[in-house]
């Protein structure tokens, strides 16, 4: 199976005219291993999404074997069975009861037969399990970090893959299991199995590589065999890559006066270069700096080839970054405007603009915030609740299209969770002579539906708040609003703390979510729209989601006990970051006539 990519790119999330990568066109060949090297936010990971089919392009096609992965918004489910992705932190998507349930729920997708499921487990538990820690009944939440991550790689491999993406797949790894890494992909590639590696491990994968794939911004910045790119080191230093230790071992020999090519991918390469030149036999492979220079030749003079035919993969000019020699400087989203309308930089990601909801005061909306509650708890009646519910309606319109989204993916399962709630509430049980009757109650149900309304009401207020303003704006607002009623006692510093914290569980409730989506996705291979999760994948979300709540809740509360948070007094009563304009009168002043009228109508 071949894959390409034809004119495609990647939008941000929550901005979809920020391109994070492309356009790009790149054909990947079976067979081959191909690594993705670049600096953190050059768009590694979401092109694995891209050709893993978890991620839809937001312009250009994905083919697998020339058709088109993406079909009405749905990815072809014949033809993402074939692509294995492991994601970075692999451990994180367990959540079956026994070991036997996770390589069940990685092969369900396929329908084999349990003979063929059975051996499927036992080859990929024969590769990544050489101390028999994977007893099929064994619960995958007693193993060990580096235990869990062999078990989620064995669980993919299981899989067998045509083509298998992976993210930095050894961070995390102890020595022995790399050794396993490196010659499971040098097994796969015999037997024709294509791999895409995402990685900043060089000195683990470049002896491994057919190919490099440079990345800068979104762009391919460089298309080159391995011994080609380290042979241009400056290539590797100029995009933030940073070089391998051939390259190192090569300078380190050249600063005592001699030379040697850093094209040595392995240190057994390395040692024999170093023996031949010093056995009186030997090809003189080290040559004295001196006679390097007398020649006008110098490693750091290459430049990359600018033709098609000298470029590796076949990539074309033009759908590459060009790359400066050393000592020129690179070029940028700033430094053409050509380069800019393609793609704007990912490497520092910039806030949707919300308009005036972000650029208020953070005062002004927790006095906002605190009306709209206040003015929904006293409502008495369904008229007042629902006329409270319209200025927070309004307030969620105001934000960007794709934040409000992101905030409708968490409401539409709360709803669901309400509804669920009024239906139970109204449930009878009558005992009497025969069997037990059950009934419903309309009128426990209504006032239960009550209830959750006005709940549902401050919730979405909630998430207008926390989705219109930044974490730090929200502490600073607190602060300011909690200073005043220091000088009581109370410990005030820790309940501001607790508030805040609060309300950025809830963006990252929803960053999380998305991460597990795609995970999610990625193994269950169904065929959905992005985004959206199968009720049986439900379980595959849920638990991994709530263990990394709960991970980073406890690393929140670690982090704040070793900085002694909510012993310190607050800060300043003035903070300087704030500035309340007239904008933010208007507002308040409207949030105050507000609760005047439901508080008129309760």
């Known amino acids: 199976m071949s894959l390409a990519l034809i004119q495609a790119t990647a939008a941000a999330p929550d901005n979809p005219e920020r391109l994070l990568l492309g356009p790009l066109d790149l054909s990947f060949s079976e067979g081959t291993v191909t690594l993705l090297i670049g600096r953190t936010g050059s768009g590694k990971s979401t092109l694995l999404q891209l050709l ?77 399990d050489r101390r028999d820690a994977f007893a099929p009944e064994r619960s995958p939440f007693t193993l060990s970090g580096g235990q869990r991550r062999r078990l989620a790689l064995a669980t993919t491999a299981a899989t067998a893959p045509d083509w298998l993406l992976m993210d930095e797949p050894t961070a995390g790894l102890e020595a022995a299991s790399v050794l396993v890494l490196q010659a499971y992909i040098r097994q796969r590639r015999e037997n024709g199995g294509g791999t895409v590696i995402a990685t900043h491990d060089l000195d683990t994968f470049l002896p491994l590589a057919d190919r490099v794939l440079v990345l800068q911004d979104g762009l391919i910045a460089a298309d080159l065999p391995p011994r080609e790119l380290c042979a241009q080191s ?100 700033a430094s053409g405007a050509s380069y800019a309308a393609e793609a704007p930089s990912a490497s520092v990601p910039s806030a949707p603009d919300a308009g005036w909801v972000q650029r208020l005061d953070p005062r002004a909306k927790w006095l906002l915030y605190a009306l709209s509650v206040i003015g929904t708890m006293q409502q008495q009646s369904w008229l007042g609740l629902t006329v409270s519910l319209v200025p927070v309606l309004l307030g969620l319109l105001s934000l960007p299209r794709e934040r409000v989204k992101g905030l409708l993916k968490f409401a539409k399962p709360l709803a669901l969770f309400f509804l669920l709630s009024v239906g139970l509430s109204g449930l009878t049980l009558t005992a009497g002579e025969g069997l037990p009757l059950f009934g419903f ?25 926390a989705g219109s303003t930044s974490y730090g704006r929200m502490v600073e607002g607190l602060n300011w609003a909690l200073s005043y009623v220091k000088r009581t006692g109370l410990p005030v510093g820790s309940f501001a703390l607790a508030v805040a ?102």
């Open 52 to 128: 893993a089919g978890v991620r839809a392009p937001a312009g250009g096609e994905v083919h697998a074997d020339g058709a088109s992965i993406w079909r009405k918004w749905r990815a072809d489910r014949r033809l993402v069975l074939p692509l294995g992705l492991t994601f970075q932190f692999p451990e994180q998507q367990l959540f079956a009861r026994t070991i036997r349930h996770e390589f069940g729920y990685s092969l369900r997708p396929f329908r084999l037969s349990p003979a063929e499921e059975e051996q499927r487990t036992r080859d990929a538990r024969a590769v990544w």
């Open 501 to 602: 914290l609060l309300f950025r569980f809830i963006p990252m409730i929803l960053s999380e979510l998305e991460r597990f989506s795609l995970i999610v996705r990625a193994r269950g291979k169904a065929s959905m729209r992005p985004g959206a999760v199968r009720a049986r994948d439900i379980p595959a979300l849920i638990v991994p989601l709530m263990l990394s709540l709960f991970q980073r809740a406890e690393d929140m509360t670690m982090a704040m006990e070793m900085k002694g948070t909510g012993t310190s007094p607050l800060q300043s009563a003035r903070p300087s970051l704030l500035t309340w304009t007239r904008t933010d009168s208007l507002f308040t002043a409207a949030g105050l006539l507000a609760l005047i009228l439901l508080l008129s109508i309760r």
């Open 441 to 465: 109650s309309a009128e426990r149900a209504a006032i239960t539906a009550f209830y959750v309304y006005r709940l549902l009401i401050v919730t979405l207020a909630s998430l207008w708040f």
């Open 234 to 333: 400056w290539l590797l230093r100029q995009t933030g890559v940073g070089v391998p230790s051939c390259v190192t071992v090569s300078e380190a020999l050249s600063a005592h006066g001699l030379e040697l090519q850093p094209d040595r991918l392995t240190p057994e390469e390395t040692a024999e270069a170093i023996a031949a030149a010093l056995s009186l036999g030997g090809e003189p492979e080290i040559k004295r700096r001196d006679a390097a220079e007398s020649d006008g030749t110098s490693p750091e003079a290459e430049k990359l080839p600018t033709s098609a035919a000298d470029t590796a993969g076949g990539l074309p000019t033009e759908a590459r970054h060009p790359i400066a020699p050393q000592g020129e400087p690179l070029p940028s989203a």
